[in-house]
């Protein structure tokens, strides 16, 4: 009997530690303060363990990647959980073609390869914030035609900046995140890869590094737990 615990001690201790490896796609939106480290740090917190890969270069969009061919080879030779693409705001027919189409590709690639394709919604810039629908509502259907998980940042970008004016998600140019933007970034996906977990538990210590104002922190959390 005491054998029998013990194993399945073990065998629960392992399975809450065993990593998530995600594979990031994307350009400088995503390598903009590391978002995947943040995420990585912030997992920790709660006991969770993520590893990652970024492909990330300035300017690019998905079929940019996928004519480079780096991807394909990463997504066929690593074992990845999840492939999380990024490219630019895409409000415009050109880019909801580049999003529907990169991921009509990457999502068969996948499939082939054990893993689950996932978009990362981003924010258009401050010029262009009119587009803001556009954005939320292309990724959106994106996600959907090809059956992937959707990180719906910004969405969540967009209800920030109406309720908060105590800092800001964009960085000096006004399109790429400053560091409260990366942090709300990483929040989005850590809610949707491990949605049981409690934000309120996350501690404003750990994090202040990233949101500086406790008030915006807080809103936050207030955003995501509804």
Same mark, same amino acid.
């Not at 997992?43 to 969009?61: F, H, L, Q, R, W």
């Not at 499939?111 to 689950?116: M, P």
């Given at each position: 009997m005491k054998r029998q615990i013990l194993t399945l001690f073990i065998f629960c201790f392992v399975v809450q530690l065993q990593a998530q490896k995600l594979l990031f796609i994307g350009n400088s939106l995503t390598y903009t303060n590391n978002l995947p480290s943040i995420l990585k740090q912030i997992a920790t917190v709660y006991g969770k363990k993520i590893e990652s890969d970024m492909i990330c270069y300035p300017n690019y969009a998905i079929v940019d990647h996928l004519n480079e061919g780096k991807v394909q080879q990463k997504i066929a030779t690593e074992n990845y959980d999840y492939v999380i693409i990024q490219q630019g705001p895409s409000s415009q027919k050109e880019g909801r073609e580049m999003l529907l189409d990169g991921g009509k590709q990457l999502t068969k690639l996948c &499939?082939? !390869? !054990?893993?689950?394709?996932?978009?990362?919604?981003?924010?258009?810039? $401050?010029?262009?914030?009119?587009?803001?629908? &556009?954005?939320?509502?292309?990724?959106t259907d994106a996600a959907t035609k090809n059956n992937a998980l959707l990180f719906p940042v910004g969405m969540y970008w967009k209800q920030f900046e109406k309720l908060n004016t105590r800092i800001s998600l964009y960085g000096a140019d006004q399109f790429h995140p400053s560091k409260a933007g990366s942090f709300l970034a990483a929040l989005t996906m850590l809610k949707k890869l491990y949605p049981k977990e409690k934000l309120k538990e996350l501690?404003? &210590? $750990?994090?202040?590094?990233?949101?500086?104002?406790? $008030?915006?922190?807080?809103?936050?959390i207030q955003l995501l737990e509804n």
């Amino acid at each position: 009997m005491k054998r029998q615990i013990l194993t399945l001690f073990i065998f629960c201790f392992v399975v809450q530690l065993q990593a998530q490896k995600l594979l990031f796609i994307g350009n400088s939106l995503t390598y903009t303060n590391n978002l995947p480290s943040i995420l990585k740090q912030i997992a920790t917190v709660y006991g969770k363990k993520i590893e990652s890969d970024m492909i990330c270069y300035p300017n690019y969009a998905i079929v940019d990647h996928l004519n480079e061919g780096k991807v394909q080879q990463k997504i066929a030779t690593e074992n990845y959980d999840y492939v999380i693409i990024q490219q630019g705001p895409s409000s415009q027919k050109e880019g909801r073609e580049m999003l529907l189409d990169g991921g009509k590709q990457l999502t068969k690639l996948c &499939k082939e !390869n !054990n893993t689950k394709l996932a978009y990362f919604m981003v924010w258009p810039s $401050k010029r262009y914030y009119f587009t803001f629908d &556009k954005v939320i509502q292309n990724h959106t259907d994106a996600a959907t035609k090809n059956n992937a998980l959707l990180f719906p940042v910004g969405m969540y970008w967009k209800q920030f900046e109406k309720l908060n004016t105590r800092i800001s998600l964009y960085g000096a140019d006004q399109f790429h995140p400053s560091k409260a933007g990366s942090f709300l970034a990483a929040l989005t996906m850590l809610k949707k890869l491990y949605p049981k977990e409690k934000l309120k538990e996350l501690p404003y &210590k $750990k994090i202040r590094y990233w949101v500086k104002n406790k $008030k915006s922190f807080n809103t936050m959390i207030q955003l995501l737990e509804n």
